[in-house]
């Protein structure tokens, strides 16, 4: 199985590391393709960082999509999520958050979210690794039927990137 693991910002070191971690984690068969965005900021501090680098790192994805057809998943390795939602609606097979992950494992183990739970720290990679392999090992995908669907056919002004304009 190969999963896509992108680092939304375009760091190499910080993607080196998080392909490490992510191997780490994975089961044995799964194959970790660790990507980054050609363009975009060095990190993501706030809303404009983000707003910057969602269309760069939607590039990359949709390219790696088109480079590995058999990918069963992808997963956003920036804990605010980075551009999600619109990754689901450009992208075939399941995309999962490390911030998404680790709060959704987290809220398995607990009602109420606090150190007096005694909750255990729950790595965001570790959880959407697990989330993707298990998602793929159910045959599920994301639904495209309402919130994720693919963008609609219409035209756009200026430059349009390619995950918009190819179907």
Do not use: W
Request: charged fraction near 15%; charge should be negative.
């Amino acid at each position: 199985m190969n999963i896509v693991v992108i680092n939304p910002n375009t760091t190499a070191a910080m993607t080196a590391r998080i392909g490490t971690t992510a191997k780490a984690v994975a089961q044995p068969g799964t194959h970790i393709i660790a990507i980054q965005p050609s363009a975009g900021p060095a990190s993501i501090e706030g809303y404009a960082d983000e707003a910057i680098a969602v269309p760069h790192m939607l590039e990359a994805l949709y390219s790696a999509q088109a480079n590995n057809p058999d990918v069963a998943g992808y997963v956003i390795a920036c804990f605010d999520d980075t551009g999600l939602d619109a990754a689901r609606c450009v992208l075939d097979a399941p995309v999962v958050g490390i911030g998404e992950a680790a709060c959704h494992m987290a809220s398995l183990l607990a009602a109420r979210l606090s150190k007096e739970h005694g909750v255990p720290v729950i790595g965001g990679m570790d959880a959407a690794i697990k989330l993707i392999e298990s998602l793929a090992a159910l045959g599920l995908k994301t639904s495209k039927c309402t919130t994720y669907a693919k963008p609609l056919v219409k035209s756009y002004a200026g430059t349009v990137p390619n995950f918009i304009t190819q179907k």
